[in-house]
């Protein structure tokens, strides 16, 4: 079964470090979407992206934040200078089309120290 | 008041048992409804996607919308101990933009064998 793959599971970063996570979204998905999750908390709309472009974001999203993609397979999101309150799990997701069901990859866990 | 309401549990069923999940809506707004299951430190899964007011089933779960009492459900049938996780109720807003998926809180369910 087709999956969206994220990378990596797992990084601790220093405060103010730049962060690039990774992901695969499903093959013939043209919808892509980062979502974060606190511990112990709800998960979150950050962005989404179509013919790429950011077609919705949350006030999440602020300037520390960018999306790429920067081939045909491979969707990234960049944290420019992280912060404490950045450390989240960070789940990447797609979809086929606009009006279809949203499938999200295992997450990347991020620790700021 | 909270867009998604959505009662944290702890929920602990023996094997067998029927599970009954709600959250509950104040955004009429909100016209795909979605639940999710998610294993600790994991991505959410998709297990059940309505659109309409109503019931639908997939197996030994069920998915009930009432659009008019802004209220959905998800049953589980003979629950299983592989059951146990955490259910993630969702719903987004009628298309015309890539959609947000708003979440709540997440239902915490333990399947005793």
């Known amino acids: 079964e087709p999956e969206v793959t994220q990378t990596p599971s797992h990084q601790v970063t220093q405060m103010g470090q730049e962060v690039i996570l990774r992901c695969v979204p499903i093959s013939n998905h043209l919808y892509f979407y980062w979502y974060r999750q606190i511990l112990g908390q709800k998960v979150e709309f950050l962005v989404s992206f179509y013919n790429n472009e950011i077609s919705e974001k949350s006030e999440i999203f602020d300037d520390q934040f960018s999306v790429e993609r920067p081939d045909g397979s491979n969707f990234t999101l960049k944290i420019r200078s992280t912060k404490l309150e950045d450390s989240a799990m960070y789940f990447c997701?797609?979809?086929?089309?606009?009006?279809?069901?949203?499938?999200f990859g295992e997450g990347s866990w991020l620790t700021v120290v | 008041q909270k867009e998604v309401e959505q009662d944290p549990g702890p929920l602990s069923v023996p094997e067998g048992a029927i599970v009954s999940l709600n959250c509950t809506y104040s955004n009429s707004a909100f016209q795909y409804f979605m639940w999710y299951r998610q294993y600790s430190r994991k991505g959410p899964e998709l297990l059940m996607y309505t659109y309409s007011s109503g019931n639908k089933e997939d197996g030994r779960f069920t998915a009930q919308v009432d659009k008019s009492s802004k209220y959905i459900s998800l049953f589980i049938r003979d629950s299983q101990p592989s059951d146990s996780a955490t259910y993630l109720c969702a719903m987004s807003k009628s298309s015309g933009s890539a959609r947000q998926l708003t979440f709540g809180s997440g239902t915490q369910l333990t399947v005793l064998p």
């Open positions: 997701a797609s979809s086929e089309t606009e009006g279809n069901t949203i499938y």
